[in-house]
Every structure is written in structure tokens, then in C-alpha cells.
């Protein structure tokens, strides 16, 4: 069966809210050629509206990137005088790079490995995916018994999955010589599990957008994973976070989605993907206070910093300086 043809830039997978309060879904080119009517994300967790809140600024970054690395302050500041996005640079970057953001492609599939495998051939029930849905024998699920999911929040959790998947054993890929007797052994959380994420919030979501876009955090090797050669069952050696963006589509995982006769995500395949260096990436990413480490100094014998996550035993103005510089 051939696969829907699926796009994230035209087709409709956004849950957002709008100024009036009314929830919509809606394509990411809608959302930001209307970014300015749209109150913010709406999606299922707020984990996940962090996690694709990301996926927009990488966007965002990679667009505008011309303009903005001349004078960064200067170029934020117009942006931030005109109503809406700099809608003619969004639109010329996601025409470049259209044919990458197809969720069902042969031979590149956005943020998938089109052939990926495990060794024992099995695949997973898609409630994988789903944070607050379980595969049974969980407790406390908020939902229980997803057979398939639609394309569209298929693309929502693949992006939270990503961003957020716990480590813990995998299923071992064909192809990767890290796995053991068939199981892919931990390599830690997705990356947005190690940050207290900080979103600084607007009025719209072009102003959360904005108020969240460090104009002069460029790099030249500082790429999304769409903009990268096509991802394989084995980790890229030595890759590491360069910048934001990187960071902000960081690919901890090689995940495959599998499709029903009805075009809908039916089973899902979860493997190990690129390990990061998590002590060292302060100078990288935006969306996390940071706090000294003096046990990883000690041991790297140099100043190291960590992100500094939230205390969930704390009300939130006792822990108020996780905020603030």
C-alpha cells in the first residue's frame, strides 16, 4: 500500500489557539502566515508544544538567517516593529526544502529512517509514541487503546518523541553495531529531557516566536536535521550540537512510522540515534537557564555547566531564579 502523501508544511497538523480562544489545526505555512492571529500551540501535553514550538524557530532561524547575522539587534528589532513574520523569506526557505518535509517518503521521510529495521523484525504499537498512553500494564494513563493514530498527530508525537523519549533499552536496528543481542542499550534522554525549558510567551504567536529568536547565536555548521544527508540506523560519529537549531531538532532517536490500509500510524519502530554530550552544550542552547557544575568540573577540569531544571517540590516564586539570569 502506498503511503498518504503527508506534508508538514502544507497539510494540517498544528493544534493551535486562536485570539477568539477557538482551538484549530493547521499547516505550518498557515501557522505562520497567520502567526499574528494566533494566540499560541495547543497541543495534547505541554511538553509537546515545547518540542514543536522548536521545530518553528528552527524554521524561523534558517530562514531569516541572511538578514539577521549582519545586525542581529537591529534585524530583531524589525521584526518586532512589523505585524507579521517575515513571511517572503519563511516561504522561499520552505519551498527550498518542501520535498523534506513529507512525514511518508521511500527514500527520506522527515525525521525517520525510510528502511529502518530491528533485528528481530517486530515493530511496537503506536501507543509508544503517546506519553500519557501507555502500552498495557501502565497505571494512571490519561488514555489507553490507540490501534492508529492520524497522519497529523503521528508528525506531533514523532517531533515530541525526539525531543523527549526516556532512555531505557530499544529495540536493536539492522545496520547499528552498538546493538547487543539484539536490544540497543541507553543513551540517554532526548535532549529537551535534560532542560528546565524556558519559553518566554507573547501576546501571539508571532511575539512568543520572536521573543524567543537569539538574532546572533549563528554558526555555519549549525543545521537542522532536515538541512543534514539522510539519517541512517547508525549514529553520526562525533556529531554534537553546534548552535539552536541543531539543538533545537536533535535526532536522539532513529524512529520508522508504519501506516494502515486507511493511511493511518499503526505501529511504530523506536531505536538509539545520536548520543549528545550534554556537558558541554551552554553555549548552544537558548531555551534553558544553566547552573555550575562542580562534580563535572572536577571531572572534565574545566567549568562546566548543566541546565538547570525545575524543582517540582517548589511553588513557583521560591524558584523564580531559574528564570533570571
Given at each position: 500500500?502506498?503511503?498518504?502523501?503527508?506534508?508538514?508544511?502544507?497539510?494540517?497538523?498544528?493544534?493551535?489557539?486562536?485570539?477568539?480562544?477557538?482551538?484549530?489545526?493547521?499547516?505550518?505555512?498557515?501557522?505562520?502566515?497567520?502567526?499574528?492571529?494566533?494566540?499560541?500551540l495547543?497541543?495534547?501535553?505541554?511538553?509537546?508544544?515545547?518540542?514543536?514550538l522548536?521545530?518553528?524557530?528552527a524554521?524561523?532561524?534558517?530562514?531569516?538567517?541572511?538578514?539577521?547575522?549582519?545586525?542581529?539587534?537591529?534585524?530583531?528589532?524589525?521584526?518586532?516593529?512589523?505585524?507579521?513574520?517575515?513571511?517572503?523569506?519563511i516561504?522561499?526557505?520552505?519551498?527550498?526544502?518542501?520535498?523534506?518535509?513529507?512525514?511518508?517518503?521511500?527514500?527520506?521521510?522527515?525525521?525517520?529512517?525510510p528502511?529502518?529495521?530491528?533485528?528481530?523484525?517486530?515493530?511496537?504499537?503506536?501507543?509508544?509514541?503517546i506519553?500519557?498512553?501507555?502500552?498495557?500494564?501502565?497505571?494512571?494513563?490519561?488514555?489507553?487503546?490507540?490501534?492508529?493514530i492520524?497522519?497529523?498527530?503521528?508528525?506531533?508525537?514523532?517531533?515530541?518523541?525526539?525531543?523527549?523519549?526516556?532512555?531505557g533499552?530499544?529495540?536493536?536496528?539492522m545496520?547499528?553495531?552498538?546493538?547487543?543481542?539484539?536490544?540497543?542499550y541507553?543513551i540517554?534522554?532526548?535532549?529537551?529531557?535534560?532542560?528546565?525549558?524556558?519559553?518566554?510567551?507573547?501576546?501571539s504567536?508571532?511575539?512568543?516566536?520572536?521573543?524567543n529568536?537569539?538574532?546572533?547565536?549563528?554558526q555555519?555548521?549549525?543545521?537542522?536535521?532536515?538541512?543534514?544527508?539522510?539519517?541512517?540506523?547508525?549514529?553520526?560519529?562525533?556529531?554534537?550540537g553546534?548552535?539552536?537549531?541543531?539543538?533545537?531538532?536533535?535526532?536522539?532517536?532513529?524512529?520508522?512510522?508504519?501506516?494502515?490500509?486507511?493511511?493511518?500510524?499503526?505501529?511504530?519502530?523506536?531505536?538509539?540515534?545520536?548520543?549528545?554530550?550534554?556537558?558541554?552544550?551552554?553555549?548552544?542552547?537558548?531555551?534553558?537557564?544553566?547552573?555550575?557544575?562542580v562534580?563535572?568540573?572536577?571531572?572534565?577540569n574545566?567549568?562546566?555547566?548543566?541546565?538547570?531544571?525545575?524543582?517540582?517540590?517548589?511553588?513557583?516564586?521560591?524558584?523564580?531564579?531559574?528564570?533570571?539570569?
Amino acid at each position: 500500500m502506498t503511503p498518504p502523501r503527508f506534508n508538514l508544511i502544507d497539510d494540517p497538523w498544528l493544534i493551535v489557539r486562536n485570539v477568539n480562544g477557538d482551538t484549530e489545526t493547521v499547516s505550518m505555512h498557515t501557522a505562520f502566515a497567520r502567526a499574528h492571529e494566533l494566540r499560541r500551540l495547543s497541543g495534547e501535553l505541554p511538553s509537546q508544544d515545547f518540542a514543536v514550538l522548536r521545530i518553528l524557530l528552527a524554521v524561523l532561524y534558517r530562514a531569516v538567517e541572511g538578514s539577521a547575522r549582519a545586525d542581529p539587534l537591529a534585524y530583531w528589532a524589525e521584526l518586532w516593529a512589523t505585524a507579521e513574520l517575515p513571511l517572503q523569506a519563511i516561504d522561499q526557505y520552505l519551498e527550498e526544502w518542501h520535498d523534506h518535509f513529507y512525514l511518508f517518503d521511500k527514500t527520506r521521510p522527515w525525521f525517520q529512517v525510510p528502511d529502518l529495521a530491528a533485528t528481530n523484525g517486530e515493530t511496537k504499537p503506536v501507543d509508544l509514541l503517546i506519553p500519557d498512553c501507555p502500552i498495557a500494564g501502565g497505571l494512571f494513563s490519561m488514555r489507553r487503546g490507540y490501534s492508529s493514530i492520524s497522519p497529523a498527530e503521528a508528525a506531533r508525537w514523532l517531533i515530541h518523541c525526539q525531543a523527549y523519549d526516556i532512555s531505557g533499552i530499544k529495540s536493536g536496528a539492522m545496520g547499528d553495531d552498538r546493538v547487543k543481542g539484539g536490544k540497543g542499550y541507553p543513551i540517554g534522554n532526548g535532549w529537551a529531557g535534560w532542560l528546565g525549558g524556558i519559553t518566554v510567551t507573547g501576546s501571539s504567536l508571532r511575539e512568543t516566536l520572536l521573543l524567543n529568536f537569539v538574532a546572533n547565536s549563528y554558526q555555519d555548521d549549525d543545521l537542522p536535521v532536515w538541512e543534514l544527508p539522510q539519517l541512517t540506523s547508525s549514529a553520526r560519529r562525533g556529531a554534537q550540537g553546534t548552535g539552536p537549531v541543531s539543538l533545537f531538532s536533535w535526532p536522539q532517536r532513529r524512529i520508522r512510522l508504519f501506516t494502515n490500509e486507511q493511511g493511518n500510524v499503526s505501529s511504530v519502530l523506536v531505536c538509539n540515534g545520536d548520543p549528545i554530550d550534554y556537558q558541554f552544550q551552554h553555549a548552544h542552547e537558548v531555551m534553558t537557564g544553566w547552573r555550575h557544575s562542580v562534580p563535572q568540573s572536577k571531572k572534565f577540569n574545566t567549568d562546566v555547566f548543566m541546565p538547570r531544571q525545575f524543582d517540582p517540590t517548589e511553588k513557583l516564586w521560591r524558584g523564580l531564579d531559574a528564570l533570571l539570569p
